[in-house]
């Protein structure tokens, strides 16, 4: 199985055509469409089918692709790594992040590590904590930050003297709006957009299990500009952190802090026994050093 088979694959499910992909990566299609064939069997499986115009993934297909591009992605970077490690500091970080006002810290300390002539090029993964710890795992991201409450052995965990205060974007005529903050009770019982991961891990922690049974969710997100939209088409208000969203280029929304509710914590975690890429090496230093101050690293 070769990468460059591998990219075969990746670009004909892009397109959704074979000759076209085969245009683009400047190779013949019967050499394309033969070694694709090759690919299906050695996997035993079939990965497409073919009509007269397009390609249609399997099932297997699916899986598959999410596989090559992980795959080629560690490719990539492991190239970028090495092609760095006897030039200098310079070179790519990948790291996997929340949604949250606090990743502003990283920019900084990439911004100070650039004055002191470390240049790094910085590669951002927005996910929530399940996906982000997969590609850790899988080492796609060097790092990972996250607000979600994680104790495993596997990781070095340091919790970070950084939070995000939870609330609700909501419309200005909404009746909640005249509030200047709002409780668990007055949203219990109101249309909630909020995030797949929040629901599942914060709400059963937030309200009685009566309560959360009983709560009305319109709609998920993984990315908080979608819970933004259908705020403003009225489908419900939605729970956030604060910063995220700003009120002023969104006329007619507004923010309210939730009380009764901790703070969300952001945490820094890496894979313990795996040697980090110098680059995300210096990088740790340098957040370390400015931003954790006296903060204990855990053991997971």
């Known amino acids: ?11 004909m499910a892009r397109v959704g055509n074979m000759s076209k992909a085969a245009s683009n990566l400047h ?9 694709l064939k090759e690919l299906e069997d050695e996997l035993n499986v079939k990965l497409f089918h ?10 297997a297909g699916i899986l598959f692709l999410n596989r090559a591009r992980d795959i080629l992605s560690l490719v990539e970077k492991t190239k970028a790594e ?6 200098s500091l310079d070179g790519n970080l990948y790291i996997g992040c929340p949604e949250s006002d606090s990743i502003r810290y990283i920019a900084k300390t990439v911004m100070l590590l650039k004055e002191k002539g470390v240049n790094i090029r910085t590669h951002l993964h927005s996910a929530n904590a399940n996906d982000a710890l997969e590609r850790l795992n899988k080492g796609l991201d060097d790092l990972t930050f996250t607000v979600h409450d994680i104790r495993d052995s596997r990781y070095n965990i340091i919790d970070l003297p950084l939070y995000d205060q939870w609330g609700i974007l909501l419309k200005e005529s909404h009746p909640l709006a005249k509030k200047k903050a709002v409780s668990l009770a007055d949203i219990e019982k109101e249309p909630l957009i909020v995030s797949k ?3 599942e891990q914060l709400f059963p922690q937030w309200f009685s299990e009566e309560s959360y049974s009983k709560l009305n969710i319109t709609a998920t997100y993984n990315l908080v500009y979608n819970g933004t939209l259908f705020v403003k088409e009225g489908l419900g208000i939605c729970l956030i952190f604060s910063k995220l969203v700003s009120t002023e280029n969104n006329e007619g929304l507004t923010f309210r802090p939730l009380t009764g509710v901790p703070r969300a914590s952001l945490k820094l975690i890496w894979r313990k026994n795996n040697p980090l890429s110098p680059q995300a090496n210096v990088f740790l230093d340098a957040f370390k050093r400015e931003f954790v101050l006296d903060t204990v690293e855990q053991e997971g």
């Open 82 to 87: 090495f092609a760095s490690s006897d030039k």
């Open 1 to 11: 199985m070769e990468n460059r088979v591998l990219r075969y694959f990746v670009e």
């Open 27 to 35: 190779v013949t299609q019967p050499t394309m469409s033969r070694q």
């Open 197 to 199: 991961q929040g629901y």
């Open 50 to 59: 073919r009509t007269n115009y397009s390609i249609k993934l399997t099932e």
